[in-house]
């Protein structure tokens, strides 16, 4: 997925009231960006680090400057914007190379499904397969390589888990892909630490049959790819 064009670089003073940070362009410049992700951000959000925006061209934007990257002063690359995570997956779906997901003819996005009035993120549909249902979750949490999901109890993690469960039971393909924003993380797992009951949901999820998949992606300020799948322990 290509940035519409290459991102800017600043640098972190802070963010705040989540959806808020300020940073300072190369030339001094002090900007308020907007912050697309409601996660703790865990490491993704350290003063001093850099920061790559974009900047939208809508005149009616309070805030028209985007954060989408983070570059850690270690020099890890993070994507922010979850909004991006779906986005780079459908593109990887599309061109197919993720090889689990080859085949498929149609790629529904939005599809409202589930007893707890959800809406899936993907549905792959093709003559003479089952339908498959895909639920993204970005994965920026990292702990010395490992990256981990959730960062914050989620509520709303656990009730799509509870739907892909429904959905493999009713003998259609279930599936939940991590998608590897954070260049440092080398396998996925779950947070047990952080959500013990979003942990074991997804340990129930893998027993019923729901498949659970990790890919990595490759970014810079000029675009963010899946490239490569990762280990997934459950």
């Known amino acids: 997925m290509e940035f519409t064009s290459p991102l800017e670089p600043a640098t972190l003073i802070k963010r705040y009231k989540r959806f808020l940070a300020d940073v300072i362009t190369p030339d001094g410049r002090l900007l308020t960006l907007h912050c697309p992700n409601t996660g703790a951000m865990t490491g993704c959000a350290t003063p001093g680090d850099t920061v790559w925006y974009s900047t939208s061209p809508s005149a009616t934007r309070k805030y028209p400057h985007t954060w989408e990257l983070t570059q850690t002063q270690n020099g890890a690359i993070i994507c922010v914007n979850t909004l991006r995570a779906n986005a780079v997956v459908k593109e990887a779906i599309s061109e197919g190379r993720i090889p689990d997901l080859r085949g ?65 039971h009713d003998g259609k393909r279930a599936v939940l892909l991590f998608a590897v924003l954070h260049s440092a993380i080398d396998s996925v797992a779950a947070a047990q630490h952080i959500d013990d009951k979003y942990a074991r949901l997804l340990y129930e999820a893998a027993q019923c049959g729901v498949d659970i998949l990790a890919w990595k992606a490759e970014m810079n300020p000029a675009a963010i790819t899946l490239v490569s799948p990762v280990p997934v322990s459950v």
Do not use: W
């Open 104 to 168: 498929y003819k149609n790629i529904l996005s939005e599809v409202k499904y589930g007893a707890e009035r959800s809406r899936i993120d993907f549905k792959l549909q093709a003559d003479n397969r089952v339908d498959c249902y895909i639920e993204v979750k970005s994965v920026t949490l990292a702990e010395q390589n490992n990256g981990f999901f959730p960062d914050a109890v989620t509520l709303r993690g656990q009730k799509h888990l509870r739907e892909l469960m429904s959905v493999a």
